[in-house]
């Protein structure tokens, strides 16, 4: 069974940049996709960005687009997100998640098997 780790989050002030980063293992030659999701205290979970792990192709959240880059690295099954530019409404959980199935929307969250436990970003302004 596939288990992710999510690191990297933290304090960061608005205009800044945070890196953070998803160490994938247990069965990862099965990962088809693998996204970043967030969690804002009181809101639904919402999709950021989202990378096929063969392919490497890459899709946004609008409120992503243009500030925010996913990629991974193969050999390390390690995916990565990097955040420039921060706002305050960017602070939240960020997830990562992973699915061995092909075919799935991406920017769904019911579309992922594995879920890792999450890393706080806080963006202050």
């Known amino acids: 069974q596939v288990q992710l780790v999510e690191s990297g989050g933290g304090l960061v002030q608005a205009g800044g940049s945070l890196s953070v980063s998803c160490a994938a293992s247990g069965g990862t030659f099965s990962t088809r996709v693998m996204g970043w999701f967030r969690q804002a205290p009181g809101k639904e979970r919402e999709f950021v960005a989202a990378i096929s792990w063969s392919g490497g192709n890459t899709y946004y959240a609008d409120s992503a687009k243009g500030r925010f880059t996913i990629s991974r690295d193969y050999a390390k099954n390690t995916v990565y997100l990097r955040m420039n530019r921060l706002k305050p409404e960017d602070t939240a959980v960020y997830y990562c998640?992973?699915?061995?199935?092909?075919?799935?929307?991406?920017?769904?969250?019911?579309?992922?098997?594995?879920w890792g436990q999450g890393t706080q970003v806080t963006v202050s302004s």
């Open positions: 998640a992973s699915t061995p199935r092909y075919g799935g929307a991406y920017y769904y969250s019911r579309s992922y098997d594995y």
